[in-house]
């Protein structure tokens, strides 16, 4: 070997050294460094000369920097991960629900309930007692203003969490266009096994799991920039230097026909829900004449009445509606009929769709199925389900169970206060309900009233009275034998529409010229002729109790339950009585009073679309919505936890193979440290050599 050779020997020791000691340091530096993975350098040995004797070697030279990463423990940390940042998130947001459904203190909406029908019950001791009468109306504001300010809150939260939601997808988006960037420039710079690109891969995981904290992805890395982020479901966010995009967009609804259908038409609808809707036709047909059934949760299941039968609903040609749920639906601009099996699905709500340049967006919303589990086609985890979870699955459903509450509430006490009398008689009694379709049969959905499905075929009871002599001028049930179908004494729920009692009432014989009906926007108003006055008496069909004629509270559910107005002008047209037999309304009579007071312990039955809750007082039905909100932040605590504990245990494993250790990088800089000084004097070695060489000459 010559001394050249020596001299190339040490060269290339020292700088393979001074390599391994700046990675070192390098490694040391970044020691906090989030994302960072630890670096060495891998050292190959130069190659050989055969000489007389045996291959002389000539030394050694830094082949690379290698990255430690296991990509295997990186796909399980992503699960986990994100598994855990939505149970997180799930608690943080229902910590604030289950604050509001505290009922710890005495002023909850259940202590005003028990208020409540504390009153009626002193009422009913003394139904004459204006002071009594004024307590029944304070405290009565007061639970429909605690009812209104619990949806309110959600409401809010709901709005909030929307928020949070578009502020979440914007970020995925960056993200998603960085990561694509990044594999850009992997494509341009990396050259595995010569110039390893190991800050643009730590730079693109560290993106990965922050886009891994918003939503459950998977990733498929066949090197350098050929790189694929998919959630879980299978959606394609990122293909190689390709990002596509998140949109979070507002209710809309979609047509999924059959191959034979050759429907045309369009579907409408008003209001907004915490659920998806879908339509599915059960009898093809024209608009009109076709029927529908309607699912929540994606086709697993359809809704039914209280006796288990599927519901089936009407199409309706706009402007004409059918209510189904918290929805108005019609269908327009439709020349060819609809096919048994036709679909269409309605996002009554602000959703989360994925957009790509070749289909049209699709809806990958969390959902919930019947059965609890998530539907594993849409997004499941991250930060992003868990917001989508609490806004629609649970804040959704509580205030579903609210307004059920704030409904059977209302039905149950206004279908007693309408049948009873106050201690004055009316002169007028106008509703507070309006019905949108006044000559759709008010059993009916087409009729868009709330309790339609309350209503029962039977009759009801008017008496008139002489406003100067209080002496009983006529008295009876109404007649609804002159309107359609003809000779039919009594109201039928599936046939009477508004009109049709406002017609009844009129063309009545007995009530001529005593009283008259009338529609006012779209409510009934009942007034007195000339000095007479009325009540009404028994009503076996519900009809006054839907349409808030003489009822106590008015409103369409918890959103906007409240005291009919004339009650807090007048206290005396609380209805602590009832006609009784002789036709008289007595200001002692309490039996109205003492019937709504039996409501505090009366089993009604709750009816909710998704499920009717039977055989539960009032109270004990709220009380379950209390038990409901902290059962499940109960659960999201414990999930988050467990989860928290997986994650960080893979976390753990993963830092034992990436992280930096500073002990093990400066027992490995004096290592290197030392190489650097024997490389060096093996090149003055060298120097020295070539000096005595020289000094031969002389």
């Known amino acids: 070997m010559s001394i050249s050779s020596l001299f190339n020997l040490g060269w290339n020791a020292l700088n393979g050294a001074q390599s391994a000691i700046q990675t070192t340091g390098n490694n040391i530096a970044n020691v906090n460094t989030p994302g960072y993975s630890r670096q060495e350098v891998r050292f190959e040995e130069a190659p050989t000369l055969d000489k007389f004797g045996g291959q002389m070697g000539q030394g050694v030279y830094a082949a690379e920097v290698i990255r430690h990463f296991n990509k295997f423990l990186f796909s399980s940390y992503l699960d986990k991960y994100s598994t855990q940042q939505r149970w997180e998130k799930q608690y943080e947001e229902l910590q604030g629900v289950e604050n509001l459904f505290n009922e710890a203190n005495t002023s909850g909406i259940n202590a005003a309930l028990t208020t409540f029908f504390n009153d009626w019950q002193e009422l009913s001791k003394r139904p004459d007692d204006k002071s009594v009468r004024e307590a029944l109306l304070a405290h009565s504001d007061n639970l429909t203003k ?111 026909l059959t191959t034979t259908s050759a429907f045309d038409g369009t579907l409408e609808f008003t209001g907004s829900d915490s659920s998806e809707y879908t339509l599915e036709v059960v009898t093809g047909g024209a608009v009109g004449t076709a029927t529908y059934r309607v699912s929540l949760d994606g086709g697993q299941t359809w809704l039914k009445d209280a006796d ?66 998530d539907n594993t086609s849409r997004i499941t985890g991250g930060s992003l389900g868990a917001l989508f ?34 201690l004055e008689k009316l002169a007028q009694s106008a509703g507070t309900t309006k019905v949108p379709n006044t000559t759709a049969s008010l059993g009916s959905p087409t009729a868009g009233i709330n309790f339609h499905d309350r209503l029962q075929d039977g009759n009801i009871g008017i008496y008139v009275y002489d406003k100067t ?42 009530f001529t010229g005593l009283i008259t009906a009338s529609i006012k926007d779209g409510k009934l108003v009942v007034d007195g002729v000339g000095d007479n006055v009325f009540s009404f008496g028994a009503d076996s069909t519900g009809v006054l109790a839907a349409l808030g004629l003489n009822t106590f509270f008015q409103g369409s559910g918890a959103a906007d339950i409240a005291l009919r107005p004339e009650l807090r002008q007048n206290t005396g047209l609380i209805n602590a009585g009832q006609v009784n037999g002789a036709s008289e309304g007595n ?92 490389a060096a004097k093996l090149v003055t070695t060298a120097d020295e050599m070539f000096q005595v060489l020289l000094g031969l000459k002389q």
């Open 308 to 373: 288990g039968n599927e519901l089936h609903y009407t199409t309706q040609t706009s402007p004409t509606t059918e209510r189904v749920k918290g929805l108005d639906i019609s269908f327009t601009g439709a020349t060819q009929p609809m096919s048994a099996g036709d679909r269409f699905t309605i996002t009554p709500k602000s959703g989360l769709y994925w957009v790509t340049p070749t289909r049209d967006p699709l809806n990958v919303t969390p959902q919930a199925l019947s059965d609890g589990t």
């Open 587 to 678: 200001s002692g009579d309490n039996n109205s009073a003492k019937e709504i007071a039996a409501l505090a312990t009366k089993k009604v039955t709750v009816s909710m679309f998704s499920s009717n809750s039977g055989n539960q007082s009032l109270s004990e039905f709220y009380s379950s919505i209390v038990a409901v909100v902290g059962a499940d932040t109960a659960s999201a605590k414990f999930n988050k936890a467990f989860h928290q504990a997986m994650s960080d245990d893979i976390d753990s494993r993963m830092s034992s193979v990436s992280g930096v250790n500073l002990d093990e990088e400066m027992a490995s800089l004096v290592k290197f440290q030392h190489s650097y000084k024997a």
């Open 389 to 422: 979870t609490v806004r629609d699955d649970k804040i959704g459903e509580y205030r579903d169970k609210l307004d059920a509450f704030a409904n059977t509430l209302m039905w149950e006490v206004n279908r007693i206060h309408s049948q009873g009398a106050g």
């Open 469 to 510: 002599t209080g002496a009983v001028v006529n008295s009876g049930s109404i007649d609804f034998s002159s309107v359609v179908p003809p000779g039919l004494a009594n109201f039928s729920k599936d046939d009477h529409s508004l009109q049709d009692v406002v017609d009844a009432i009129n063309n009545d014989a007995k």
């Open 146 to 256: 605690l009812i209104r300010n619990a949806d309110d809150t959600m409401l809010r939260m709901q709005q909030e969490i929307d928020q949070q939601i578009g502020q979440d997808v914007d970020a995925v988006n960056d993200m998603l266009r960085s990561i694509a960037d990044i594999n850009r420039q992997l494509n341009i710079h990396d050259d595995p096994g010569r110039n390893n690109a190991n800050t643009l891969y730590d730079q693109r995981d560290q993106l990965v799991r922050k886009l891994a904290e918003k939503l459950d992805v998977t990733v498929v890395d066949n090197g350098g920039g050929n790189y694929t982020v998919n959630t879980k479901a299978g959606q394609t966010l990122v293909d190689g230097t390709v990002a596509y995009e998140l949109r979070f967009d507002g209710p809309k609804s979609e047509a999924q």
